[in-house]
């Protein structure tokens, strides 16, 4: 079981350029995310999938998109990078217990740097 | 509004001390509360978990944490630390609703002295 994949794990851009953010997880969840963390301000939800086919905003997600390309992946895409965009990006995913939460499984993170 | 607040940013503990960190919250539900551990340049991994229960709960590398409702609290604590302990940790609280979405604190940066 590998968990949480993420790719790249580093990634330089100019101010401009467009990426995506590749997740993929092998655990069967059906819930999927994306976070950015920047130092001092905890780990903020730019998007996230509830369930397969379904894609929803979280609290940061101006400048970015999203696609559920099926239950494994979940990719974040910035079409057009800017400075503010540098930060590292966590993907999770997590199953739902009986009541709903349940515990969220991360990936190893990209860095990601906007010049 | 939902919030978590974890009050304390940095702490300095020597190794062989005890540890208490703090974690408030702020949730309209029935809370599902969290606590995870980030160490350098790694992602988070869960150190424990309260949906319901025992209010005290254990978790793994001998942490363990307290539920307290009439306080919002769900404190960390350890009874003696580590050197390999020195990372940041996270509270995080979550619901009943379908979509599993946390909402975290800003994070506690530990430092632990020889």
């Known amino acids: 079981n590998a968990g949480v994949t993420q790719t790249p794990k580093f990634q330089v851009l100019k101010t401009g350029q467009s990426m995506t953010l590749q997740c993929a997880q092998d655990m069967n969840h059906n819930s999927m995310y994306w976070y950015r963390q920047d130092p001092g301000m905890g780990l903020r939800l730019i998007y996230y999938s509830a369930s397969e086919g379904t894609t929803d905003k979280g609290e940061v997600p101006n400048g970015y998109n999203v696609s559920r390309l099926n239950k494994r992946e979940f990719s974040l895409r910035l079409e057009s990078a800017a400075p503010s965009q540098t930060s590292v990006y966590f993907c999770?995913?997590?199953?739902?217990?009986?009541?709903?939460?349940?515990?969220?499984?991360f990936g190893p993170g990209t860095r990601l740097t906007v010049l | 509004a939902q919030s978590v607040t974890q009050p304390d940013i940095h702490i300095t503990v020597s190794e062989g001390a005890s540890l208490e960190l703090r974690c408030n919250y702020s949730y309209g539900a029935t809370p599902y509360l969290f606590w995870y551990v980030q160490s350098p340049g790694q992602g988070l991994q869960l150190l424990l978990k309260?949906?319901?229960?025992?209010?005290l709960v254990q978790g793994i590398k001998g942490f363990e944490a307290e539920f307290k409702r009439s306080q919002s609290s769900f404190n960390l604590r350890k009874p003696s630390v580590h050197w390999s302990d020195a990372a940041e940790y996270f509270c995080a609280v979550g619901g009943t609703s379908n979509t599993g979405k946390l909402i975290f604190g800003q994070g506690t940066t530990l430092q632990v002295k020889p």
């Open positions: 999770a995913s997590s199953g739902l217990g009986q009541g709903g939460t349940d515990t969220q499984y």
């Open positions: 309260y949906f319901s229960g025992d209010t």
